[in-house]
């Protein structure tokens, strides 16, 4: 059976397939799917055959019989856009028309391990991963038609997959292969075009899957329909740890369209024809259940205190001995704290998932970030070897980050195992996602620094306050959370802290001391991956605090961090933002605010400066993002809306987090349980926003997906204060943290 919401073919005629492995594991992430293209609306696409060995020209890219390319990749597609990039890079190496290009990711039985899609590496690479086996693909190509006309192959030349050696010499990819599987091993030697010969390398090349949104048409796992296909809904315990105590079961089975109620331990399920039927059941199971709750805590308003109390001792990720004395006996010296609260992916629509079990096997669809990862958990929780499991990615609605994608994966899965041979549709409630979703952590950042009377910093010291950034269930059942309510519970272990809790902490300004020390923390809520891990939190802190020593300096803000950084393309950045927003010409007046901050992401991705602009209106005690103006230097741009697409995407939702949103909750469990106790930013609240791309076409790319959250909280905080004379260092910024006598 072909698992797509569209109709495919299953069988091909007689192909002929070029499959160029390489090896993309030890950097983790990426996914797509295929293209549908409406120039090729009768493309069936490729046979299914499962992935043999990474490293051997394998099943990675596809040339079949009808003319097509197919590139099969374990990355997958969040809404980064990197289907498309990816099919960019592999068209311009094989220098094949795009239009014949198609994508599969993220299938346990098709496409090679990955891992997971995180880290913003996808491009950086995964991109480069592909565009050496495209290019050792064609020089293969290439040298089988130098055998086949006795010629040398630099007198050879290929256009839209067309090799020509003279005017009566001409033969296509498809036509050399003649069936055949090519699975010599990459080198590493084929040569890459040089980017003064791009065709698609660096064009905005509209994305297949943004038309698909815009026209309504399925795309997301939630649009899934198989035959014979029935609805499911969980319930949840009301509270962590929470244990069934009793539950009316049997009037359920009476209701129209129940199919049946599951209990195990404290994990109930219910399945029915229709998913109403199955939301309506799921409201009787609430109100009749009574469940042993224990207290949440620490609460919010003791959260940070009890952070510095019973946190673990030190890590010393960096050292510098005397730091101490040296920062006293500076010019000047200043020291502050900057506080960020428990935050949420916030998806869209729902967490979503469809299994079915038929025998000993289980197929699962799914919108994970790891398919493989997904399978090697699935395998633990039912003690069934990893070759009966099958995970399919599919888009889901919202995610950047570890959310409720796998768990709910889990359960279709556990639901699915007590009604074989049938699909089984699970979709969380919206207030299972809030609820029940690995959150990001609290955090609390302290920073000190001495600099001299010119400016110039000499010491700087980070100390860190958080839980993990990385709870992603990866082998490990107890990770997900209803294995932890069955009558045999999985334990769920931690582990050891993630170092995605001092991402971006050291300062890439340049400095001759500088120390870090984190505090590990076992805090009350459930954490795990958000879009940038503890970078969003370590960049609000610095880049205020930057902000802050600049102001004591007496010095322009911009002029500040250019006085202190070495790295010629940071300074770039900057400047190109002074340039571009008229910095220079800004005036200082009571009713705006003017803020930037700048970053390179994790010290080894992309460079991003932003400028935040805000209206103050000190009458009605408020203030308004008005405008966000950023650049960022990703290296080589592979597609320019892309890019773009991507940064606006991250200063919207680093607004959102940074202006509106904060976990609520009380010793009864999560508060914030909807939109209207977790609001987020509307479409009239979005200011306009402006990027520009410095673009290296000479130098790899760089991961750009994180890049902006970090800089837009800073310099959100940086504006308010510019034009409030408040600084505020907890997040997140509203009104009521401001002084409005102050100025």
Known sequence: MKLTTTNRRTFLKSSGQLLIGFNLFPLAFCKSKETENTLMNDYGGISERPHIDRNLIDSWIRLDADGHVTILTGKQELGQGIRTALMQIAAEELDVDLEICHIINGDTGQTANEGYTAGSNSVEGSGK??????AEAKLVLLKLAGEKWGTDITGLQVKNGIIQGGPDKEISYWELLEGRYLEE??????PIKDHNDHVYVGKAVPREDIMKLVRGEAHFVHDLRLPDMVHARVLHPPVYKAKLVSI????????????????????????AKREFQAVKAWQHLKESSKWDSPKLG??????????KTNANSPQIVEDSPGISGKINSSFKKIKAEYQRPYQMHGSTGPSCAVAKCDDDNLTVWSPTQGVYPLQNTLSDLFGLAKEKIRCIGMPGSGCYGHNGADDVSAEAALIAKHYPRRPVRLQWMREDEHQWEPYGSAMSIQLEAGMDETGKILAWDTKIWSDTHSTRPNGKAGHYVSAR???????????GFSGGSYRNATPLYNMPDKRLHLYNYDGPLRTSALRGLGAYGNIFALESFMDELASEAGMDPIAFRIKNLDDKRAIAVLETLASKTGWDSKLKNPGKG??????????SASYFAVLAEVEINKAEKSFKLTKMTGVIDSGQCINPDGLKNQTEGGMVQSASWTLLESVQFDENGILSKDWSSYPIMRFKEVPEIEVHIINRPELSPMGAGEAAQGPVAAAIANAIFDGTGTRVRELPIKAEKVDWERF
């Open 485 to 495: 309510h069955l009558k045999e519970p999985f334990e769920f272990q931690k582990g």
């Open 298 to 307: 620490p609460l919010s308003e003791a959260l940070f205190e009890d952070m």
């Open 129 to 134: 991963a592909i565009r050496q086996a495209a």
């Open 594 to 603: 003017y803020g930037v901050a700048f970053s390179k992401y994790k010290n």
């Open 248 to 271: 009316d079961l049997d009037n359920i089975k009476d209701h129209d369209g129940i199919l049946k109620v599951i209990e195990d331990g404290s994990f109930v399920a219910v399945i």
């Open 185 to 190: 091993k990459i080198t590493g030697d084929a």
